[in-house]
């Protein structure tokens, strides 16, 4: 299924673009606190941004893959991004999601995370979920739980480059 645009109150949910890079460079990518507790490494220019925009385009007609980026309706600025990402090891779907400091405890990822999972039971027919947030990531933890998640346990969690988190 071809990753939809999904709409909140405050948010429209839409799949990213190569064209998204300069303002993602800029809002969230760039900076070293929220790259701090995330899998990917801190973008050190808007190529690597550029990259990672041109490989999530390549998975917007995936079935195992859905990535939003994420747009304020009032502004039209884009804060953050997050998804779905199909774990055959799992046998589910992994609810991943970051936003820009700016944007940090207002509610913001809740709300996104919250859209993407009832997208995932409505479309996508999903049962269970589940996500990983670093113990050091507390607010982070809040969103997982404001989601209807329950905590099941630590575990070891490692970044795309193989390091441990």
């Not at 913001?108 to 409505?122: C, P, S």
């Not at 049962?127 to 998640?149: E, L, M, W």
């Given at each position: 299924m071809?990753t939809p645009?999904?709409?909140?109150?405050?948010?429209r949910?839409?799949?990213?673009?190569v064209?998204?890079?300069?303002?993602a460079f800029?809002?969230?990518t760039?900076d070293?606190d929220?790259?701090?507790?995330?899998r990917?490494?801190?973008?050190?220019d808007?190529?690597?941004?550029r990259?990672?925009?041109?490989?999530?385009?390549?998975?917007i007609?995936s079935d195992?893959s859905y990535?939003?980026?994420?747009?304020l309706?009032?502004t039209?600025?884009?804060?953050?991004s997050?998804g779905l990402?199909?774990?055959?090891?799992k046998?589910?779907?992994?609810?991943?999601?970051?936003?820009m400091?700016?944007?940090?405890?207002c509610?913001?990822?809740?709300?996104?995370a919250?859209?993407?999972?009832d997208?995932g039971?409505?479309?996508?027919?999903?049962?269970?979920?589940?996500?990983?947030?670093?113990?050091?990531n507390?607010?982070s933890?809040?969103?997982i739980?404001k989601a209807?998640?329950?905590?099941?346990?630590?575990?070891?969690d490692?970044s795309?480059d193989?390091k441990?988190?």
């Amino acid at each position: 299924m071809k990753t939809p645009v999904l709409e909140t109150d405050r948010l429209r949910l839409r799949p990213l673009s190569v064209n998204d890079a300069d303002e993602a460079f800029k809002n969230w990518t760039s900076d070293r606190d929220v790259a701090r507790f995330m899998r990917w490494k801190l973008h050190s220019d808007v190529n690597e941004t550029r990259e990672w925009l041109a490989f999530e385009e390549t998975k917007i007609e995936s079935d195992k893959s859905y990535v939003w980026g994420y747009v304020l309706k009032e502004t039209g600025e884009l804060i953050g991004s997050g998804g779905l990402l199909f774990k055959e090891d799992k046998g589910m779907f992994e609810i991943g999601y970051n936003i820009m400091k700016k944007y940090w405890n207002c509610g913001i990822a809740t709300e996104a995370a919250q859209r993407i999972i009832d997208f995932g039971k409505t479309e996508l027919n999903q049962k269970q979920f589940y996500c990983v947030h670093a113990k050091d990531n507390p607010a982070s933890g809040r969103v997982i739980t404001k989601a209807r998640f329950r905590c099941q346990g630590e575990c070891t969690d490692y970044s795309l480059d193989g390091k441990v988190r």
